[in-house]
């Protein structure tokens, strides 16, 4: 279902768009100075890109429609965008006669129906405020959320389509949706679902065709999602965690393949040497195992504090001399339940040849699911962090991981010579598994980075000079990596501006379908350029 996109009065020139825009949203919402625009065109990606020219901010859906509107209207370039976590040039602009849309003002809860299970809310909202709006009605999203939850938007990980927690057994972010309103090009403002039902509500995904599926994980290459109805579960009341230490990385894997057959954790997660090593640099300590113990008790009860107990005490040196370690939660809707999925996952884990450790990491990540990002999005010493990841079956875990490690130890030289390190992620969501390696490096932070950090680690890294050359190096051993993937049939997620796409179709019949209907929603080619290889005409 579309209402009619609104009537907006010809513009042209940059101080005519500036000012109508302004007339709808508020001076103070419509952002030309050269700092803000430098700062909203930045992401993680260190994609080359260019300045926008405006970045504005609707806060609400007819301020959205309007605001694109008398955007494209003047032959500019609309770049939606959340929390800008992407690292693959997601919404960084490719043109500066663009509009960048901060969506974070659109962030309210508009409906909580727990008796219909589901959730509408504005795409702006990140997955913290969502995920705690929720909490006290007892239920959560199947997916509920990315480790950068506390910036990253709703609206950001279904355009991005995202994983974590939640994802090992309610899929990714996009499997989550049954309903959006999405605005076009033109303003058109689309909803899909039984949403779009005029005697419905949107309680499933499914009216005709999925249409909600169309506007998932295209980067705002088709629309920008305004509002989601997103599905509801009852939260489990009970967990199970549990953490093992491997001495290589096959074992490890075959453990974490077979536990995610079984659909029995919600999240199970796989950390490398150099990534357990980070931890104990700069990850759960004591001292911040301490300040989380109060949550940990309050929500556990006496077991709360049995197990606050054990992360203050294990969490000074969780990852001392650990080659390989896998980390899961279990839920359950009764204890019985959640222990006997707890006793099932570790004898796969005995049997493969773990060591069962103390289980602290799953514990906090469970416990304060959405704290700072910059043990993400930083090394130990402030260093850059880029990843790259493939999506693969279950079946080719073991030998996609193998030939990652083949890739790494070949390269082993030259990351040397340029002090370049790495470590990888490995995951699942239901029965697909996931490798993100990364690459770590000093260079400059940058202000959008700098910003997402702690005010102490700021002012200590804020000078780490620039090395254009290093970085050209490690980027390349990414782009290296992300091709190699390709060969082994790997998917991706956020695909963005930097993921292969068509070039990995195996039929023009698809490409053809994706390009139409991209000329259907965006004839002019103004939504996201570049996104999924989509560059559509150029006014």
């Given at each position: ?35 803000s ?6 992401d993680?990606?260190?994609?080359a ?10 806060g ?90 506390a ?104 453990a ?16 490398d ?9 700069q ?35 969780i ?19 959640a ?15 773990g ?38 079956p ?8 193998r030939?990652t ?37 000093a ?64 039929n ?19 939504m996201?350029?570049?996104a999924?290889?989509?560059?559509g005409?150029?006014?």
């Amino acid at each position: 279902m579309a209402t009619s996109a609104p009537v907006v009065p010809p513009i042209d020139g940059g101080n005519r768009v500036a000012s109508h825009l302004r007339q709808v949203l508020g001076s103070e919402n419509v952002l030309d100075d050269p700092a803000s625009r430098e700062f909203y065109s930045t992401d993680l990606s260190w994609r080359a890109r260019e300045v926008a020219s405006l970045v504005i901010r609707p806060g609400s859906l007819d301020e959205l429609s309007q605001a694109v509107a008398a955007s494209t209207g003047a032959g500019y370039a609309v770049v939606q965008r959340g929390g800008g976590m992407s690292y693959t040039g997601g919404y960084t602009p490719d043109r500066e006669a663009s509009v960048v849309i901060d969506m974070r003002r659109m962030n309210r809860i508009i409906e909580i129906n727990a008796d219909d299970m589901y959730v509408i809310v504005e795409a702006g909202c990140t997955w913290k405020e969502l995920y705690e709006a929720l909490a006290p009605h007892g239920v959560r999203t199947p997916y509920w959320g990315p480790l950068s939850g506390a910036y990253a938007t709703v609206g950001g990980a279904l355009s991005q389509n995202s994983l974590f927690h939640g994802s090992g057994v309610g899929g990714t972010a996009a499997e989550s949706v049954i309903g959006l309103k999405a605005v076009l090009a033109d303003g058109t403002v689309v909803t899909t679902g039984s949403w779009a039902h005029k005697h419905s509500t949107p309680f499933w995904r499914h009216f005709g065709p999925d249409m909600t599926g169309l506007f998932t994980a295209d980067t705002g290459a088709f629309a920008v999602k305004a509002v989601a109805a997103l599905r509801l579960v009852t939260t489990p009341p009970h967990t199970g965690y549990l953490s093992f230490k491997f001495d290589t990385l096959d074992a490890m894997l075959a453990a974490q393949v077979r536990i995610a057959r079984l659909d029995i954790a919600s999240e199970c997660y796989g950390f490398d040497p150099y990534y357990n090593a980070g931890f104990e640099k700069q990850g759960i300590t004591f001292e911040e195992g301490l300040s989380i113990v109060g949550k940990i008790a309050r929500k556990g009860g006496l077991k709360g504090l049995k197990r606050a107990a054990q992360v203050a005490l294990g969490g000074k040196r969780i990852l001392k001399d650990v080659p390989y370690s896998l980390h899961m939660t279990l839920d359950a809707h009764t204890e019985t339940v959640a222990a006997e999925h707890t006793d099932i996952a570790a004898e796969i884990c005995v049997e493969e040849g773990g060591s069962e450790m103390a289980n602290s990491i799953p514990t906090v990540f469970r416990n304060a699911p959405f704290g700072g990002v910059r043990t993400i999005l930083l090394g130990s010493e402030g260093e850059i962090w880029i990843p790259v990841h493939g999506y693969f079956p279950l079946s080719r875990a073991i030998a996609a991981a193998r030939t990652t490690e083949e890739f790494l130890a070949a390269r082993k030289p030259l990351m040397e010579e340029w002090g370049i390190k790495t470590s990888y992620l490995t995951c699942f969501s239901g029965p697909e598994f996931v490798i993100e390696p990364s690459f770590y490096w000093a260079d400059r932070l940058g202000d959008f980075r700098l910003s997402l950090i702690e005010p102490e680690f700021a002012e200590k890294w804020k000078d780490i000079p620039a090395n254009e050359e290093r970085r050209a190096v490690a980027l390349k051993l990414r782009d290296e990596l992300r091709d190699l993937f390709d060969e082994l049939g790997a998917l991706h997620l956020q695909i963005g501006k930097y993921y292969p796409y068509r070039e990995l179709m195996n039929n023009d019949g698809l490409a053809r379908l994706i390009e139409g209907v991209k000329g259907i929603v965006d004839p002019r080619g103004l939504m996201n350029p570049g996104a999924l290889g989509l560059n559509g005409e150029t006014p």
